[in-house]
């Protein structure tokens, strides 16, 4: 096995050695060709313009060879040539013209030969992998949800490479439109040889995102990365539930399955409006605010959806004791308590047999886009004050989503990028998204008050970001911990400069060195060394928190400003 | 058996005799050393190079190495001989002196290549 794997990164390594073998004929047929000539110019006689008789020397038989070959022909040399020697001339014109052109060819057709050149751009790739100084993560199939997640990840600072097997879809992966020259390596991601070219045995590699369409694909990279490198972190996409399983059995450090998500997201925009608002804003970094959708409580909703997406929210929506009517062309397998059409939904016929008139939203979330436009443009015109949930399909689809004025778009692809990313950008962030779950709906509502309070009238573009109080991150506000003047949370949300105004800035969750997580502290919790800090609010301002907690001198004249008021 | 390995064989070891036959004689007599004997000598060395490229294994590598040696030191030998024919008009015992002398570097070359050439052959297992 050992040995099988050296021969082949051998072979990798040097392109050029596995296609000189194919230029061997050519070049001994040249070789051959000009030394046969060679000789028998060199042994037929000449004849001088004066009648003696000569031979011709190696340069002399060389050199006339040579412009033959090349077709340049600069005449009869040192002498006009013999009869004899101009029908030996006649051979070697023919014979070296032609091996000379085959083996031109032959150079020509390796060098533009297909394979060899997308060995070569490959082998440029892993080159420029292994020369990375930054951490990466390796994201695997670039789809909807590779594509967004390489661009989150983008403006987070976070570099990826990216494999893909499909050439156009590569080509166009090198096309977007990144901070840095994205690494696109075109090869088979299931193999296991393709993912060490793709460094993830470096310790700079960070993480594989395992995001191609095919579950058994995405299941092979789990493994593989599993035994090839076992400290790295793998997040893996699963569309079934078998898989899913298989997955969690091997300690797959994340499976998100985007039909299960969007059904727990939907059943979180209709019971909690304001947790998934919050949610969100946070997971998203393209979508900046606040939106909070006012969905009445009481009222059934209507879902067109066949597949394991209408499944899902089934069970999601049974869970969550939300009335609504499933509209499908197949019956549910789930249970047989529901209320259930059959249909597509895309003719208001079937729509109204659904209620519709009485409804007070509509998902429309077959896996065709026309037909889910269709059924909404048909709600919308059998009732008005419908809340549209529309479920997009093909990222070549959106302009007509997002011009429609649905109130929500389910986007596969970026369901499942915002997933990853709330795991990739700190893992604060992922805690506090697991308090949220639980978070009654008048708490989260507190948060956003507490934000919107401290923002004034302004209503600037949302951010979060991650602090430490440890030597390295916040060396101003170490000394003062511990001590009498015991700061608390609400001394580090102020602004540095002189008159030490509140900062738009809110603390969502506070962890504790030991573990112990604090969602939404207090103003007044003291800090303590080694406290982690998640903070959201308006997006610049931690530049000013970073400055804050690095001099202790501009802390030190924060805290005794704020007890001077206190007190 | 192998047409292949006959041929890679024979080239290999024509290179060496060719070389060897140039290569005897007194060092800078003209007389001893033959003009078409070395012609051929560079001829089989280069088709013996060709022959041995491909061959990715170690000792494939050291194999292509020394045919690389003899051919730098017959080339260098053979411009040395075509200078002093052509420009100075006469090949004088020095320059044959020298010619001779880079030709018997080639020949250790093609002793090395024949000895691996050797081993190889009698590592074989049947």
Sequence with gaps: ?567 | MNTQRVWFAFFTVLALTLNFGFFVGEIDNPAHHNLYEFFFALIVSLIATILKIGDRSHLGAVLLATSLVADLQLIAAAVIWGYGSQVTGHVSGNVMASIVSLAGGAMLANVTSVILLIAETIQLKR
């Design chain 1, 1 to 567: 096995m050992e040995s099988t794997h050296r021969t082949r990164s051998r072979i990798r390594g040097v392109a050029m050695w596995l296609l000189l073998p194919r230029l061997k004929a050519p070049l001994i047929a040249l070789i051959i060709a000009y030394s046969v000539s060679i000789l028998g110019l060199v042994l037929i006689p000449g004849q001088e313009p004066g009648g003696g008789v000569y031979y011709l020397s190696f340069l002399d038989a060389f050199f006339v060879v040579s412009y033959t070959a090349t077709t340049i022909g600069f005449g009869e040399i040192p002498h006009p040539f013999t009869a004899q020697q101009k029908m030996w001339m006649l051979f070697v014109m023919y014979s070296t013209v032609i091996a000379w052109l085959y083996a031109i060819g032959s150079v020509l057709s390796v060098i533009s030969d297909p394979g060899f050149r997308r060995l070569r751009a490959y082998q440029r790739t892993v080159g420029r992998i292994q020369a990375h100084k930054q951490p990466f993560w390796i994201v695997c199939g670039y789809g909807g949800a590779g594509n967004q997640v390489i661009r989150f990840m983008d403006q987070s600072g976070i570099r990826s490479v990216m494999i893909e097997s499909n050439q156009t879809r590569a080509d166009t992966a090198k096309l977007s439109d990144m901070t840095y020259d994205l690494d696109v390596l075109v090869g088979d991601a299931s193999l296991p040889q393709t993912l060490v070219d793709a460094g993830v045995q470096s310790a700079l590699c960070r993480g594989v995102l395992a995001l191609t369409d095919h579950n058994q694909t995405n299941l092979t990279i789990a493994t593989n990365t599993r035994i090839l490198a076992p400290r790295v972190l793998v997040h893996a996409r699963s569309e079934s539930d078998a898989n899913t399983r298989n997955l969690r059995s091997f300690n797959t450090d994340v499976v998100i399955d985007p039909a299960r998500v969007a059904a727990r997201s939907l059943t979180q925009l209709i019971r909690k409006p304001r947790a998934f608002a919050l949610y969100h804003e946070l997971v998203d970094p393209d979508f900046n605010q606040i939106e909070i959708l006012n969905v009445p409580d009481s009222g059934h909703w209507v879902v067109c959806a066949g597949d394991r997406l209408g499944d899902n929210i089934t069970e999601a929506f049974l869970r969550a004791e939300i009335p609504f009517c499933l509209v499908s062309p197949e019956v549910s397998t789930i249970a047989d308590s529901i209320t259930w059409v059959q249909g597509l939904g895309t003719e208001a016929n079937t729509l109204r047999q659904a209620r519709i008139t009485e409804a007070v939203g509509i998902v429309a979330g077959t896996n065709d886009d026309g037909d889910n436009l269709s059924i909404l443009l048909t709600a919308q015109t059998e009732n008005e004050r419908l809340i549209t949930v529309a479920r997009r399909n093909k990222p070549t689809s959106e302009p007509v989503f997002r011009q429609g004025n649905f109130h929500y778009v389910l986007r596969e692809g970026r369901i499942i990028a915002q997933e990853m990313y709330a795991r990739i950008t700190t893992p604060l962030l992922h805690q506090f998204i697991g308090q949220l779950e639980g978070m009654p709906e008048a708490l989260v509502q507190g948060i956003i008050e507490k934000l919107n309070q401290r923002l004034g009238n302004q209503s600037p573009d949302l951010a979060h970001f991650d602090i430490s109080l440890d030597a390295e991150d916040a060396p101003g506000v170490l000394p003062f911990l511990n001590t009498a003047r015991g700061p608390k949370v609400a001394d580090l949300l102020v602004d540095p400069g002189a008159d030490h105004l509140n900062m738009p800035l809110i603390c969502l969750l506070l962890v504790r060195f030991n573990g112990d997580l604090v969602p939404f502290p207090g103003e007044g919790l003291l800090l303590e060394e080694n406290d982690r800090m998640l903070l959201w609010g308006a997006a610049g301002s931690h530049h000013r928190l970073h400055l804050l907690i690095r001099r202790a001198d501009l802390f030190d004249s924060v805290l005794s400003s704020r007890r001077k008021t206190a007190g």
